[in-house]
């Protein structure tokens, strides 16, 4: 009974793209398995993905696919919720 979708998550690229910082609750996932994806710091994209969390309890996204590139972050994408 166990649904296969797919995680969303929309943010801002950080880290030099390894990290992505979400709009809605300001969480940080780091990314994992980007599939040579083209992931440049300082851009808001949506991606397509799996939550979990490494052996330290942090949060990370394995990136199935980035379905939108919504442009470049401002300072003030992550503040207007």
């Known amino acids: 009974w166990k649904l296969h979708s797919r995680a969303k998550l929309q943010g801002c690229l950080s880290d030099g793209g390894d990290k992505l910082v979400t709009e809605k609750d300001n969480q940080t996932y780091n990314l994992t398995n980007k599939q040579n994806q083209s992931l440049k710091p300082g851009e808001r994209v949506e991606l397509l993905g799996k939550k979990a ?3 330290a ?3 990370t996204f394995e990136v ?3 379905s939108k590139d919504l442009g470049q972050c401002t300072a003030t994408t ?3 919720r």
Do not use: L, S
């Open 53 to 55: 969390k490494d052996t």
């Open 78 to 80: 992550a503040g207007q």
């Open 64 to 66: 199935r696919k980035m």
């Open 57 to 59: 309890g942090e949060p």
